[in-house]
Every structure is written in structure tokens, then in C-alpha cells.
């Protein structure tokens, strides 16, 4: 049996005896992003996608304190964000752990630093070298519940006094869908998707009957089996909802400054929202931060 994490207090589901370790969950994890197909995907993704709606809000919102201070982006992939946070500063440096993600992005950003580093051993960063670290489009997820906390604290250590870190989570609030669910066969009329979508179908299913034991519920998170491009229901992602999400930040001696839902509107953590991925903007708290209000992200005491 394996070691079991400190920070699983017993689940109100899921059983000890199925209970991965966090490292267990972050190494299987880590298959998503690992190899070619994988970073092409997310070069890709990044083309189509550009920034996201959430991610827009947040920069028009913090652009004038950040402009021209350093920036970490961690979990970079190919470089979605790259463009939009070297517009702001130049001292910039994006992270990952997939060499084949950082390969892509020196092809399309030569000019720009980019470092393999895993975010839970940030060791060859100074104490407060940066006034922005971004984790965008879930990467903190893939990273088992113990790995988070220390992904939290390298963060934290890393951020100078004041500092501010940005990222998404996905939303324990959302409906996971289902390996049996037929979205995950919707029609579409590129016949070489469609086909993908029919073979990876039961494939999915399999992968959910075997993985499905190791899912967790906590008063604090989830952890789910879920869908990703290439391993249909072989990954097991962490979700939170936005109070626990500020409950967790503010253990890690963060406060909570704004609350994104996916569609760029500005929330208060208790509202509620079905949205896939929310973003978070959090201020390291220390002595010197300076005077800031936060914006909506006090509960209206309605619960
Ligand atoms: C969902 S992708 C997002 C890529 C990119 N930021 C974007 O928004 O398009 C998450 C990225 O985080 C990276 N990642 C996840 N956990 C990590 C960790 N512990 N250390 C470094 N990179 C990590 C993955 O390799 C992957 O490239």
C-alpha cells in the first residue's frame, strides 16, 4: 500500500485502500504533456485559442502594476501566453517540465527565455525574483493535492513582497462528463475526428472502469477521472470550488484578490458558476504588500 498523503483527511468518498499517493497522481499526470504529439497539440490549441477571455480580464486589470516587472509563466506549453505577457514586460521567463513544449516554444519565440523546471522544485529561482508568476489553463491540476501545496509555497517563496500569482483551476461546481456519456461521441463532419471520437469511445470507458476507484471527494477537493485529447479517461485532475479555493490560498499565506469565471466576468467566490476553469488572482501576503482593495472577491455572506 502506499504512503498516504498527510493532507488527505478521510474522503467523503473514495476509500483509503484505493488512495493513490500525490506523487502517484502527478508522474501518472505528467503522461498528458510528455512527447511530440502532445506539444503539437498545444501548439495547436495555442493558434486557435489566443488568450482566453478570463486571462484578457485579469492582464486589463493588472497591467499597470506589471508592466515592465518580472514575470514567471509557469507550465508555458507551447507558449499560449507568451505573446501577451512579453507585451507587458520583458522580463519574462516561461517554464515547463515537457522539453517537447519548451522545444516548440524556442521555435516560435527565439528571443525569449524559456527554462525546464518543475513548479514543485523551483530551487534554481532566487527568493522573490518575480512580481507576477502565472499558472494558466489548469496546469496546477495535473499535480496531486500535496503537490499543490508545495507548488504553493515554492510560488510564494519565489514572488517578491506584494508579488501577485495568477491561475485557473478546474471547478469541482461543473459536472464532470462521463466516459459513457454520448458528447464524448458528438457528430461533427471531419471524417478523420469523427472516427477518432468512435475508437476513442470505448477506449474511454475501459480506461474509466479502471480508474475510477481512485477518485476522491474532500471538503476540500476533488479528485476526478477525466477526458484529455490523447489519453481518454487515464488522468486523475484536482478540482476545487472558489471558497475552498480561497480558504486553501489563504492557508498558503495568499490573499484572494479576484475571482474570473470562464467568461471574464469578475465573481464573487460564493456566486454560483458552472464555468469548466475558473482564475484566480491572489497577492502574496506579507508586511510590506501594498494597500489594495480587492476586487469581488469578498463572499456576500450568502451562503
Ligand atoms: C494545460 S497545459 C497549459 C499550457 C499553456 N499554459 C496554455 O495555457 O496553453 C499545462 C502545462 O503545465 C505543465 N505542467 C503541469 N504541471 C507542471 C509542473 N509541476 N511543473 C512544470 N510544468 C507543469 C504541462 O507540461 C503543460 O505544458
Redesign the pocket.
Known amino acids: 500500500m502506499p504512503d498516504l498523503p498527510a493532507t488527505h483527511s478521510p474522503g467523503v468518498r473514495g476509500g483509503w485502500h484505493n488512495m493513490l499517493t500525490s506523487g502517484e497522481i ?1 508522474n501518472f499526470n ?1 503522461h ?3 512527447g511530440r504529439r502532445s506539444a503539437a497539440a ?1 501548439v495547436k ?2 493558434r486557435r ?1 489566443g488568450i482566453k477571455p478570463a486571462e484578457a480580464t485579469i492582464l486589463s486589470e493588472l497591467k499597470g502594476e506589471i508592466k515592465e516587472r518580472a514575470i514567471l ?9 507568451t505573446p501577451y505577457l512579453t507585451e507587458l514586460s520583458r522580463d519574462y521567463i516561461g ?4 522539453a517537447d ?1 519548451l522545444a516548440a516554444c524556442g521555435r516560435q519565440f527565439p528571443n525569449v527565455s524559456f527554462r525546464r ?4 522544485d523551483m530551487s534554481s529561482f532566487a527568493d522573490g525574483q518575480f512580481h507576477l508568476v502565472f ?6 491540476d ?2 496531486g493535492p500535496e ?1 499543490r501545496s508545495k ?1 504553493l509555497r515554492e510560488i510564494h517563496r519565489i514572488l517578491d513582497e506584494g508579488g501577485i500569482f495568477v491561475f485557473a483551476s478546474l471547478n469541482r461546481n461543473k459536472k464532470t462528463i462521463r466516459a459513457y456519456d454520448w458528447r464524448n461521441v458528438r457528430f461533427t463532419l471531419n471524417p478523420i475526428v469523427m472516427a477518432g471520437r468512435i475508437i476513442r469511445y470505448p477506449i474511454g470507458i475501459w480506461n474509466q472502469l479502471q480508474w475510477k476507484k481512485y477518485e476522491v471527494e474532500t471538503e476540500e477537493y476533488s479528485l476526478r477521472n477525466t477526458y484529455d485529447t490523447f489519453h481518454a479517461y487515464s488522468i486523475l485532475l484536482y478540482h476545487i470550488a472558489p471558497l475552498q479555493q480561497k480558504r486553501q490560498l489563504s492557508l498558503h499565506d495568499f490573499e484572494l484578490m479576484m475571482v474570473v469565471n470562464y467568461d471574464g466576468q469578475i465573481v464573487a467566490p460564493d456566486a454560483p458558476d458552472d464555468s469548466p476553469e475558473i482564475y484566480y488572482v491572489a497577492r502574496k501576503i506579507s508586511a510590506a504588500a501594498p494597500e489594495l482593495a480587492p476586487r469581488g472577491a469578498q463572499d456576500t455572506g450568502k451562503h
Request: glycine share 10%.
Open positions: 502527478s505528467r498528458m504533456y510528455l498545444y490549441y495555442a485559442t509563466d509557469i507550465g508555458v506549453g507551447a507558449g499560449r501566453t517554464t515547463d517540465y515537457s513544449m523546471c518543475d513548479a514543485r499558472f494558466s489553463y489548469n496546469g496546477i495535473s499535480n503537490d507548488i
